[in-house]
């Protein structure tokens, strides 16, 4: 249905499609009126780009003939939006104010571009050169910076982003607008992205199933590509880095053109790391691992109509270190003094992942359309005894739908509708020795209404949602040779809930209020549900519970901002209930089978649980040292149940400190910047039964970039992560459990060099 759709839309597009727009006009300076040179424009969700000349005038060609977004934006002024219909307005004259604090970002939440302090929800975006520029090995590493945002590691191989305290099935991961599912319930089961070809992180902290669907109870992830190149160039670019600590390479090519009218982008890279090494010198068996990826995008427009095609291949063997089958084992037993990087076991992982997404636009005088259809599949073998038969083999194929209004009423007030759904099938393949979770399928749809208005200083915004899941499983053949480690029971259940979301924020001259009010829910996952034996990789037993009832969450944030030319002040705090909140308890029984004994854990859920706390934060930039910038902020998230006891597995409150100076000249070879970072990690000491405190620690992280060149640019990366080599245990590593707790790497020094080259088209 959504393709035929499609079919009619795109026909109706072509048949009453009109010339491009072009606009004229130029950027002034507010106060004085004088021109800004080499200002920058673009259209929110076009990819199309220009600058002013020397005058600070421009020219704006092939523009839709319909309402759109323009970003004006240049060094030392802040961003501006402004909404314009080329059609109707061909000569413009913008200004902008001083700034010289670039604190914020423009975010793309559900393909709305607002300021990120315009945003009504609590949002965090960071470029990816942002991300990355103290040396982040993977994305894991790099979304620590993010206030209210740690991740549960175990090796650079294998990360899963918490947000807030949440975790796993409750944080919903997007990447370009495609929801992506590789089987979240095991905590050694990573982000299947990749830090290829990526433009930046777009993080929604909070319940968001009003946009995103079900199970955004925690939050989003939105992981956003780069974008295409100008019309009329041509890019090439490759790199190399390499680690000292895993003696790990990451060597990476892409090429990116714009004719005008079709653009494409190709990026790929391989990955390959030995084992991590301890800061005592030792070294973590297994935690090797290679990678490879493969990013395509394909982009066409045609005046109104806009067409892209996106797609990620990524083939990756994962060492999952700490995997053992003795009761108690010591750091020795699970270290080595050499490091390795051929597949090992116990116990290592091959996975497979290929998303496709394919994006239809349109755009009206008042409005437009988006209309999305994506597929995922995620290919998970995992190996133990031996490699010739998989420990468990599993395939998650899933295909996802979204088609999308925005209207227009008045300039200050839209409507903005739609209904999105998936269909999942997870399979069992053969060979395998084990069953962790059974066939089954399920089914999502849901609709929306958003409603935004916009007076003066004030912006109010207002939806609900309605969902529905309906989930099935297969029992597993009772007389199959495979170890089954599932309820025998199938399961035939259906979820529907509604859902809303109500907030406003002000924008003064120097102060911004936001509050938001959200709910969201979450269906129990087939693990939760029909887990009845041993789990892989957590050496525990584990029940499920079939009558489990969906998660239900109402979440209050607001935020307090002050923002002035050299500085920059934000307290958001946050209180979350969660009604009907699953959890793992553990008990004092002790299972045994033919491989040893094992403690039992069962799924259960209390009628509510509370998580709070908040973030604050400043940046300072002094007048007198122009291109010196501090920033500091503090996160804290408490989890606890209506009685006060502890939630496990809280993150640790942490202060993330940047200093960063950036360097001005225009030599032939020149310093860009210098960053000194600091991460404070407090200790954890409030615990939920049977959980182990973790101490405090400190890491120091040290980069500079240098660049050579203009047209053909060398530019070089270096420095140290965990500079002074400290011993650290994480709270929410699940290597702390192993012996008396495993640490994280030791030192490690980085360097990376990358080529690129921009041309001009030799046919526009």
Same mark, same amino acid.
């Given at each position: 249905?959504?393709?035929?759709?499609?079919?009619?839309?795109?026909?109706? &597009?072509?048949?009453?499609?009109?010339?491009?727009?072009?606009?004229?006009?130029?950027?002034?300076?507010?106060?004085?009126?004088?021109?800004?040179?080499?200002?920058?424009?673009?259209?929110?969700?076009?990819?199309?780009?220009?600058?002013?000349?020397?005058?600070?005038?421009?020219?704006?060609?092939?523009?839709?003939?319909?309402?759109?977004?323009?970003?004006?934006?240049?060094?030392?002024?802040?961003?501006?939006?402004?909404?314009?219909?080329?059609?109707?307005?061909? =000569?413009?004259?913008?200004?902008?104010?001083?700034?010289?604090?670039?604190?914020?970002?423009?975010?793309?939440?559900?393909?709305?571009?607002?300021?990120?302090?315009?945003?009504?929800?609590?949002?965090?975006?960071?470029?990816?050169?942002?991300?990355?520029?103290?040396?982040?090995?993977?994305?894991?590493?790099?979304?620590?910076?993010?206030?209210?945002?740690?991740?549960?590691?175990?090796?650079?191989?294998?990360?899963?982003?918490?947000?807030?305290?949440?975790?796993?099935? %409750?944080?919903?991961?997007?990447?370009?607008?495609?929801?992506?599912?590789?089987?979240?319930?095991?905590?050694?089961?990573?982000?299947?992205?990749?830090?290829?070809?990526?433009?930046?992180?777009?993080?929604?902290?909070?319940?968001?199933?009003?946009?995103?669907?079900?199970?955004?109870?925690?939050?989003?992830?939105?992981?956003?590509?780069?974008?295409?190149?100008?019309?009329?160039?041509?890019?090439?670019?490759?790199?190399?880095?390499?680690?000292?600590?895993?003696?790990?390479?990451?060597?990476?090519?892409?090429?990116?053109?714009?004719?005008?009218?079709?653009?494409?982008?190709?990026?790929?890279?391989?990955?390959?790391?030995?084992?991590?090494?301890?800061? &005592?010198?030792?070294?973590?068996?297994?935690?090797?691992?290679?990678?490879?990826?493969?990013?395509?995008?394909?982009?066409?427009?045609?005046?109104?109509?806009?067409?892209?095609?996106?797609?990620?291949?990524?083939?990756?063997?994962?060492?999952?270190?700490?995997?053992?089958?003795?009761?108690?084992?010591?750091?020795?037993?699970?270290?080595?003094?050499?490091?390795?990087?051929?597949?090992?076991?116990?116990?290592?992982?091959?996975?497979?992942?290929?998303?496709?997404?394919?994006?239809?636009?349109?755009?009206?005088? %008042?409005?437009?359309?988006?209309?999305?259809?994506?597929?995922?599949?995620?290919?998970?073998?995992?190996?133990?005894?031996?490699?010739?038969?998989?420990?468990?083999?599993?395939?998650?194929?899933?295909?996802?739908?979204?088609?999308?209004?925005?209207?227009?009423?008045? @300039?200050?007030?839209?409507?903005?509708?739609?209904? #999105?759904?998936?269909?999942?099938?997870? !399979?069992?393949? =053969?060979?395998?020795?084990?069953?962790?979770?059974?066939?089954?399928?399920?089914?999502?749809?849901?609709?929306?209404?958003?409603?935004?208005?916009?007076?003066?200083?004030?912006?109010?915004?207002?939806?609900?949602?309605?969902?529905? !899941? #309906?989930?099935?499983?297969?029992?597993?053949?009772?007389?199959?040779?495979?170890?089954?480690?599932?309820?025998?029971?199938?399961?035939?259940? %259906?979820?529907?809930?509604?859902?809303?979301?109500?907030?406003?924020? %002000?924008?003064?001259?120097?102060?911004?209020?936001?509050?938001?009010?959200?709910?969201?829910?979450?269906?129990?996952?087939?693990?939760?549900?029909?887990?009845?034996?041993?789990?892989?990789?957590?050496?525990?037993? @584990?029940?499920?519970?079939?009558?489990?009832?969906?998660?239900?969450?109402?979440?209050f944030d607001m935020a307090f901002e002050?923002?002035?030319?050299?500085?920059?002040?934000?307290?958001?705090?946050?209180?979350?209930?969660?009604?009907?909140?699953?959890?793992?308890?553990?008990?004092?029984?002790?299972?045994?089978?033919?491989?040893?004994?094992?403690?039992?854990?069962?799924?259960?859920?209390?009628?509510?649980?509370?998580?709070?706390?908040g973030e604050i934060g400043f940046h300072?930039?002094?007048?007198?040292?122009?291109?010196?910038?501090?920033?500091?902020?503090?996160?804290?998230?408490?989890? @606890?149940?209506?009685?006060?006891?502890?939630?496990?597995?809280?993150?640790?409150?942490?202060?993330?400190?940047?200093?960063?100076?950036?360097? =001005?000249?225009?030599?032939?070879?020149?310093?860009?910047?210098?960053?000194?970072?600091?991460?404070?990690?407090?200790?954890?000491?409030?615990?939920?039964?049977?959980?182990?405190?973790?101490?405090?620690?400190?890491?120091?992280?040290?980069?500079?970039?240098?660049?050579?060149?203009?047209?053909?640019?060398?530019?070089?990366?270096?420095?140290?992560?965990?500079?002074?080599? =400290? !011993?650290?245990?994480?709270?929410?590593?699940?290597?702390?459990?192993?012996?008396?707790?495993?640490?994280?790497?030791?030192?490690?020094?980085?360097?990376?060099?990358?080529y690129s080259l921009k041309m001009k088209?030799?046919?526009?």
């Amino acid at each position: 249905m959504p393709t035929k759709i499609s079919i009619i839309l795109l026909f109706l &597009a072509f048949t009453n499609f009109v010339s491009g727009q072009n606009l004229t006009g130029k950027i002034v300076d507010s106060v004085t009126q004088e021109p800004i040179p080499f200002s920058r424009l673009s259209v929110i969700g076009f990819d199309l780009h220009t600058a002013t000349d020397m005058d600070g005038r421009f020219v704006f060609k092939g523009l839709p003939s319909a309402s759109i977004q323009l970003k004006i934006s240049a060094r030392d002024y802040e961003t501006r939006l402004i909404r314009i219909n080329p059609s109707k307005q061909k =000569e413009l004259t913008i200004a902008l104010e001083k700034g010289h604090t670039v604190f914020e970002e423009v975010t793309v939440t559900a393909s709305e571009g607002r300021l990120q302090r315009e945003q009504i929800t609590a949002v965090e975006y960071r470029s990816s050169k942002e991300l990355f520029a103290t040396g982040a090995t993977t994305l894991g590493d790099a979304i620590v910076n993010l206030p209210g945002v740690q991740q549960s590691t175990i090796g650079a191989g294998i990360s899963r982003p918490v947000i807030r305290g949440l975790s796993g099935a %409750r944080v919903v991961t997007y990447w370009n607008g495609l929801r992506i599912e590789n089987q979240q319930w095991g905590q050694d089961h990573g982000m299947a992205t990749s830090r290829l070809g990526l433009g930046g992180v777009e993080v929604v902290k909070g319940p968001a199933s009003l946009l995103y669907g079900a199970d955004a109870l925690g939050g989003v992830i939105h992981y956003r590509d780069k974008s295409f190149v100008a019309p009329g160039t041509r890019r090439f670019y490759a790199s190399t880095r390499f680690e000292s600590n895993s003696m790990g390479t990451i060597n990476e090519a892409g090429f990116q053109t714009n004719n005008g009218k079709w653009k494409f982008n190709i990026f790929a890279n391989f990955i390959n790391h030995k084992d991590f090494q301890l800061p &005592a010198g030792n070294y973590m068996e297994n935690s090797r691992f290679w990678a490879t990826n493969l990013k395509l995008s394909v982009g066409y427009r045609k005046d109104n109509y806009i067409f892209k095609l996106s797609y990620h291949g990524s083939y990756s063997r994962l060492g999952i270190p700490g995997h053992t089958h003795d009761k108690n084992p010591t750091e020795e037993e699970l270290t080595s003094t050499l490091p390795g990087r051929r597949a090992a076991i116990p116990a290592a992982q091959f996975l497979a992942n290929n998303f496709l997404t394919m994006d239809h636009k349109l755009l009206f005088d %008042r409005s437009d359309l988006l209309i999305q259809i994506g597929n995922t599949t995620n290919s998970l073998r995992e190996f133990d005894h031996n490699f010739e038969t998989p420990f468990t083999n599993l395939v998650l194929n899933n295909t996802t739908y979204n088609m999308r209004y925005n209207y227009y009423i008045t @300039e200050n007030f839209n409507i903005k509708t739609g209904f #999105q759904g998936m269909a999942k099938m997870n !399979r069992n393949l =053969e060979p395998t020795e084990s069953f962790l979770i059974p066939d089954a399928q399920s089914f999502d749809n849901g609709v929306y209404a958003v409603l935004n208005y916009d007076l003066k200083k004030w912006r109010f915004q207002a939806g609900g949602r309605y969902d529905m !899941r #309906q989930l099935t499983s297969i029992a597993p053949d009772q007389d199959s040779a495979v170890i089954s480690n599932i309820s025998k029971t199938p399961i035939d259940q %259906r979820y529907e809930t509604v859902n809303y979301s109500a907030g406003f924020t %002000r924008n003064g001259d120097y102060t911004t209020w936001r509050f938001n009010a959200s709910s969201g829910f979450r269906a129990p996952n087939l693990a939760e549900l029909t887990a009845s034996g041993v789990h892989h990789g957590s050496f525990r037993y @584990e029940q499920g519970d079939q009558n489990l009832v969906p998660e239900q969450a109402l979440q209050f944030d607001m935020a307090f901002e002050l923002h002035f030319d050299h500085f920059e002040f934000i307290v958001n705090p946050y209180f979350n209930m969660v009604d009907n909140f699953i959890y793992l308890k553990s008990t004092d029984s002790v299972v045994s089978n033919q491989v040893g004994e094992f403690k039992y854990f069962e799924f259960d859920q209390v009628d509510q649980a509370y998580l709070y706390g908040g973030e604050i934060g400043f940046h300072y930039h002094p007048h007198q040292l122009h291109r010196l910038h501090l920033e500091s902020s503090y996160s804290l998230t408490i989890g @606890e149940r209506t009685n006060g006891a502890p939630i496990n597995l809280m993150p640790q409150p942490n202060i993330n400190s940047r200093i960063r100076f950036d360097i =001005e000249n225009d030599h032939k070879l020149s310093v860009d910047h210098i960053i000194l970072e600091h991460q404070h990690f407090m200790k954890q000491d409030r615990v939920g039964a049977f959980e182990a405190t973790t101490g405090a620690y400190n890491l120091i992280n040290l980069s500079a970039q240098l660049h050579y060149g203009k047209k053909e640019r060398w530019t070089f990366n270096i420095g140290a992560r965990n500079l002074l080599n =400290e !011993r650290y245990i994480a709270h929410l590593s699940p290597l702390k459990n192993l012996g008396e707790g495993i640490p994280q790497p030791g030192i490690n020094v980085f360097l990376k060099v990358s080529y690129s080259l921009k041309m001009k088209n030799n046919k526009k």
